[in-house]
């Protein structure tokens, strides 16, 4: 049975149900909630599957644990719409693209209910047909909290599976800005596997025991004496690919806490977040079929950095 209490449950896999979604799976245990609360439940990482952040559709194996943590009470967990001011780069009746703001969290979770994209789309987008959990609220893609730029949001059921379709299909292109220490002679590619770190949780690693494949392009548009600017397109999803693919290559990006940029290393530090930017993304509209291109601009401190280092390596 699932549990309604404070504390977590665990379950292993038997052979019965190996080869089954996760969310069928846990949907028909004894006393289980409803699909849509596991759903948000998977959303919020309060479902592992051995003691790895789960995915609502992936497989299981046998005699693998399942630990499943019960949400906090309803009242605690309700998403409210919240009167934030949102950067419109484009709009129609079936989605919108919006830049984000570096610092802002993509979607609430425990303990971050509020001050989130989510909360500002639900208060500018009321009449929105989102289907599942009201914490999606129609955003197709994520953005780290660190990152800004360019992301997607789907205004209705339709227009939601048609751009998440083209996710899987991997037919959407997206490009990135990042400042990273060190010089880059070349463009080149990325082609290293992802999973959770060995030993620290919060972190990715190309050295994962279980990774998930994971390509990155990327291309040097300017180097200045101690950084580079690269393009950056990467081929896959996974959670933090940027950041480890450059970071593994030697490349960190600046200022980035996690994966080796934070450091000074007499390297010069012209940012003091995270200098990651969504700058492009490509894809099909969801109804007309059009191939679409939206471009969110440079954030002020990412181009003051680099009319800093501009200046600086002029002189």
Do not use: C
């Not at 590619?189 to 050295?207: E, F, L, Q, V, Y």
């Amino acid at each position: 049975m699932i549990p309604s209490r404070a504390d977590s449950q665990a379950f292993v896999v038997d052979e019965t149900a190996a080869g089954e979604r996760l969310d069928r799976w846990l949907a028909s245990l004894p006393g289980a909630p409803t699909r849509s609360q596991i759903a948000a439940a998977i959303a919020e990482g309060l479902v592992t599957v051995a003691d790895r952040p789960a995915k609502a559709g992936q497989r299981l194996r046998a005699g693998e644990r399942v630990v499943f943590r019960p949400r906090p009470s309803e009242e605690a967990t309700t998403v409210a719409a919240e009167d934030i001011a949102l950067d419109v780069l484009y709009e129609d009746e079936h989605l919108v693209a919006i830049n984000k703001p570096a610092g802002m969290v993509v979607h609430p979770a425990v303990g971050n209910r509020r001050g989130t994209l989510v909360n500002a789309i639900l208060h500018a987008y009321p009449r929105a047909e989102w289907p599942g959990a009201r914490e999606r609220a129609g955003v197709v893609h994520r953005l780290d909290k660190d990152t800004s730029g360019v992301i997607l949001v789907a205004l209705s059921a339709a227009a939601l599976e048609g751009i998440a379709k083209q996710f899987r299909e991997r037919t959407v292109e997206k490009e990135y800005l990042a400042l990273v220490r060190g010089r880059v002679a070349a463009a080149g590619t990325i082609d290293a596997a992802i999973g959770r770190h060995p030993r620290d949780r919060k972190r990715m690693s190309t050295a994962a025991r279980k990774a998930r494949s994971a390509q990155s392009r990327y291309e040097p548009l300017e180097r200045f004496a101690e950084t580079t600017l690269l393009s950056v397109r990467p081929r896959t999803g996974r959670t933090h690919q940027i950041r480890v693919h450059l970071a593994t290559a030697g490349w960190p990006i600046v200022a980035d806490p996690l994966y080796g940029g934070a450091g000074r290393g007499g390297a010069r530090r012209p940012m003091t977040r995270l200098a990651l930017h969504a700058w492009r993304i490509r894809f099909d509209h969801p109804a007309s079929g059009a191939r679409m291109t939206v471009t969110a601009p440079l954030p002020a401190d990412f181009q003051a950095a680099l009319d800093a280092l501009r200046a600086g390596h002029s002189g």
